[in-house]
């Protein structure tokens, strides 16, 4: 073989390994232009990842936890499909139990482009609201009281809570956590 058949051969190599690796040298990171969730309480909560649709997504994973004290704390993680520039995902809070209202969520989305990077947006949150209440609230000594029916109910609760963690504490020297 002569030396002008191998130049050109490798020539012609190097030419089709740039033009595939090029575009994702090239792609851009995604531009998020919708990142929320919308709580239907006590029922869902749909959470929202609009991206623009010069994006190169292959995969997206959700991940979701609550700002509150657990034996476990392990995020959940939900693999979402990536049809287009638009995800979405429902989390049905009957199927795993009803988180307090006041309880806060957080979530962050995890995407991988087509070219393997690995981008994880901002953790964004959200307060569970139960906007189906008139709630009343009393505080006292870090405890808060929430309720709905009747006056006397909540100050009644909150004293008994107060006599209870003084109790606790001179008894059994346990505190109260912030």
Known sequence: MTHRKIF???????CSLLFTAVPHLFAQAPTITRNDATLDFPDSVTFHLELSSSTDIEQATLIYDLNQYTC???????PVDVTGDVLEWQWVLSRSGNPPPGAELWWQWELVTRSGETITTPRQTLAFTDDRFAWQVVSANGIHV???????????????AVSGLQTLE???????QS
């Open 170 to 176: 001179n008894d059994m020297g346990i505190e109260l």
């Open 72 to 78: 476990l704390d392990v995020p959940s993680r939900v």
């Open 8 to 14: 050109t051969r490798s020539l012609i190599l190097l």
């Open 146 to 160: 929430h309720w709905y029916k009747g006056e006397d109910v909540g100050p009644i609760l909150l004293d008994a």
